[in-house]
């Protein structure tokens, strides 16, 4: 029924850029709060960026300034556009939306490497 499906990982350069997707499916994108969340290699999940459904932004210190987290609600899509970069970004990225009802549904992560 509610599904996240995230794409645009791969591999990039430090000082490139990559801009990632989640496209939901379901009826309760346009409420839910949508938020990026990246996991490295032994270590834990660790919260990106969030906006809220009336498009409030937060971002993790360490991305402010590189990356923006934006939604496209008549596409059902949130982006996370990731601009300089750094070794220390390379993770798995995942989606994550929260509706209403405070169910959180998960996408299933796409990998970001990013090399010296």
């Known amino acids: 029924q509610v599904q996240l499906v995230e794409s645009g990982g791969g591999l990039v350069q430090a000082g490139g850029s990559l801009r990632l997707s989640c496209a939901a499916s379901g009826n309760i994108f346009s409420a839910s709060a949508m938020a990026w969340y990246r996991q490295a290699p032994g270590m834990q999940r660790g919260l990106v960026a969030t906006i809220t459904r009336f498009g409030s932004t937060n971002y993790a210190d360490s991305v402010k300034g590189r990356f923006t987290i934006s939604r496209d609600n008549a596409r059902k899509t949130v982006y996370l556009q990731m601009n300089n970069l750094t070794p220390e970004d390379t993770a798995v990225y995942y989606c994550?939306?929260?509706?209403?009802?405070?169910?959180?549904?998960w996408g299933e992560g796409t990998l970001v490497t990013v090399s010296s």
């Open positions: 994550n939306m929260r509706p209403p009802s405070g169910v959180n549904y």
